[in-house]
Nanobody, 123 residues
Framework: VQLQASGGGLVQAGGSLRLSCTASGFTLEYYAIYWFRQAPGKERERVSCISSYGGLGSYADSVKGRFIISRDNSKNTVYLQMSTLKPEDTAVYYC?????????????????WGKGTLVTVSS
């Protein structure tokens, strides 16, 4: 059972990246999926969440209007499209899963965590 985040890299401010979170060993369609990030010296922040059935998702204020979360259950993958990136978006991004249809409240425990992918935004 594994979650794997990918798609990170180095991008200039104002640029875009798309992160992917792919599951192996279990089916994502029964899980709400989250993106978290942690910058050096800072606490982990919940960035976005999407319910098991899709929909618009929820976002931290810091990324609202710039990031879009989506999922393709047929590919067992969730995406985070990040646009208009800022240097303060620099962090290791992690995906996580909690079993159930809807997104859990902030601070709730996750059932699975993936290894992170580093996003670096240069000014």
């Amino acid at each position: 059972v594994q979650l794997q985040a990918s798609g990170g890299g180095l991008v200039q401010a104002g640029g875009s990246l798309r992160l992917s979170c792919t599951a192996s060993g279990f089916t994502l369609e029964y899980y709400a999926i989250y993106w978290f990030r942690q910058a050096p010296g800072k606490e982990r922040e919940r960035v976005s969440c999407i319910s098991s059935y899709g929909g618009l998702g929820s976002y931290a204020d810091s990324v609202k209007g710039r990031f879009i979360i989506s999922r393709d259950n047929s590919k067992n993958t969730v995406y985070l499209q990040m646009s208009t990136l800022k240097p303060e978006d620099t962090a290791v991004y992690y995906c996580a899963a909690s079993r159930g249809r809807v997104c859990a409240t902030v601070g709730a425990g996750m059932d699975y965590w993936g290894k992170g992918t580093l996003v670096t935004v240069s000014s």
